[in-house]
């Protein structure tokens, strides 16, 4: 096999496995989505298009997985029906929007539904851009290499290893923390929690809202991480910047909520220990967020 060859290959793995990684995402983002009409929408309003929006989350799904495996072949062509893909996914929104004018009475799970699906689709068109310019993607696609100064072409192939060695934090090694940490959070501590009800239950044992409101804290997370998520992973210049801006989002979310565990504190409605366990449970989970992010907040993160 020869060095051209070779360096094909290679490329061509590379970017196959993002193409993967990526529907993952999009599926994981899908369900997550639906977990949150379902358990907070769907059943507490009579949500009245629920086949409409499983109809159409399962046909974007099916949409990606046909683009991303036609992508796995690295023709020029599956590059730009990629794009197809995304003005479809655009026009998915328009569901959601035309019901906001049109059924005032459920218009909060419409306008989720819009913000939900707009922030999936600037992830999705951010790997677009990858696809375009990342010069991995390039070789693969429009079968380019290109070599800076006094470079040696051999040298290519063996790249990534090399510095994969000598550097101790890269994004996308960040990427792969943070999707632990963000989605492992998602599946572990609402399981906590109800596991641990007993612990959190109200001075009557009729009532629990710690079981709820970490469901609801873990995916408002999943979500709003989502964006740097893809941003590490395609080593995106902005990363640092959309940390901090989430950083924001998860700060607002604290303050917003403050004020609802502030009135169950004071109508004594739950012992002082849930307070107790439901925050520290929370510290913990933000723990692990930050131990995640800490490389990029500190600069220790390598180009």
């Given at each position: 096999m020869n060095q051209d060859q070779l360096i094909y290959?290679?490329?061509?793995?590379?970017?196959?496995?993002?193409?993967?990684?990526?529907?993952?995402?999009?599926?994981?983002?899908?369900?997550?989505?639906y977990l949150i009409f379902q358990s907070?929408?769907?059943?507490?309003?009579?949500?009245?298009?629920?086949?409409i929006m499983v109809?159409?989350?399962?046909?974007?799904i099916c949409l990606y997985g046909l683009l991303f495996s036609c992508l796995s072949f690295g023709k020029k062509i599956f590059r730009s029906l990629y794009w197809i893909g995304i003005l479809y996914s655009f026009c998915m929104m328009g569901i959601p929007v035309y019901y906001i004018f049109n059924d005032y009475f459920h218009i909060l799970p419409y306008l989720v539904w819009v913000i939900a699906l707009f922030i999936k689709n600037i992830g999705l068109i951010h790997y677009g851009k990858y696809l375009k310019t990342n010069r991995w993607?390039?070789?693969?696609?429009?079968?380019?290499?290109?070599?800076?100064?006094?470079?040696?072409?051999e040298n290519i192939y063996l790249e990534t290893n090399q510095k994969e060695k000598e550097e101790p934090f890269t994004l996308p090694q960040l990427c792969l923390r943070l999707g632990i940490s963000i989605y492992g959070s998602l599946l572990v501590f609402p399981i906590f929690m109800q596991i641990f009800s007993s612990l959190f239950a109200s001075n009557d044992l009729q009532n629990v809202f710690a079981t709820k409101a970490m469901f609801i804290f873990c995916i408002y997370t999943a979500v709003i991480w989502t964006i740097p998520l893809f941003c590490f992973y395609f080593n995106q210049p902005n990363s640092k910047k959309v940390v901090y801006i989430?950083?924001?989002l998860e700060l607002v979310r604290i303050l917003v909520y403050s004020?609802?565990?502030?009135?169950?504190?004071?109508?004594?409605?739950?012992?002082?220990?849930?307070?107790?366990?439901?925050?520290?449970?929370?510290?913990?989970?933000?723990?692990?967020?930050l131990i995640s992010i800490k490389p990029i907040l500190t600069n220790n993160v390598s180009d």
């Open positions: 290959d290679n490329a061509k793995k590379r970017v196959n496995r993002n193409h993967w990684f990526v529907f993952l995402i999009v599926l994981i983002y899908f369900i997550t989505i907070y929408f769907i059943q507490k309003t009579q949500f009245p298009i629920q086949k109809a159409s989350f399962i046909s974007e993607a390039k070789i693969v696609f429009d079968h380019e290499i290109e070599i800076e100064e006094d470079q040696d072409i989430c950083i924001l004020k609802t565990l502030y009135s169950y504190y004071i109508q004594n409605i739950y012992p002082v220990r849930v307070f107790i366990f439901f925050i520290l449970a929370d510290l913990i989970r933000y723990i692990f967020l």
